[in-house]
Nanobody, 124 residues
Framework: QVQLVESGGGLVQAGGSLRLSCAAS????????MGWFRQAPGKEREFIAA????????YYADSVKGRFTISRDNAKNTVYLQMNSLKPEDTAVYYC?????????????????WGQGTQVTVSS
């Protein structure tokens, strides 16, 4: 399995931007599909975005499409989530996750490894 550490969370005003990073350990990072999820208080963890091992394919939840962008740098073993036009409802703990290829991208039970999460708070 791969170990994941998120960073980049914080407090931002509505309409602002943040970029989250997820650093992975292990030499097999480039073989994993990577995803971002979030969990708000009292709610289930929900899928946000995913990216293929090569970076050539991406997939987004409707709630963030057009505002968030997922990318990866396999040379740096890092996946990113650029978040623009943030809204108060984006407030949550954000998690990155890794899965072996061939699984469903949008289902959290299909991911093998998880980071510890980073808090994002958007004020109105």
């Amino acid at each position: 399995q791969v170990q994941l550490v998120e960073s980049g969370g914080g407090l931002v005003q509505a309409g602002g931007s943040l970029r989250l990073s997820c650093a992975a350990s292990g030499r097999t990072f480039s073989s994993y599909t990577m995803g971002w999820f979030r969990q708000a208080p009292g709610k289930e963890r929900e899928f946000i975005a995913a990216i293929s091992w090569s970076g050539s394919s991406t997939y987004y939840a409707d709630s963030v499409k057009g505002r968030f962008t997922i990318s990866r740098d396999n040379a740096k073993n890092t996946v990113y989530l650029q978040m623009n036009s943030l809204k108060p409802e984006d407030t949550a703990v954000y998690y990155c996750a890794a899965q072996t290829p061939g699984r469903s991208w949008g289902r959290r039970d299909q991911y093998n490894s998880w980071g510890q999460g980073t808090q994002v708070t958007v004020s109105s």
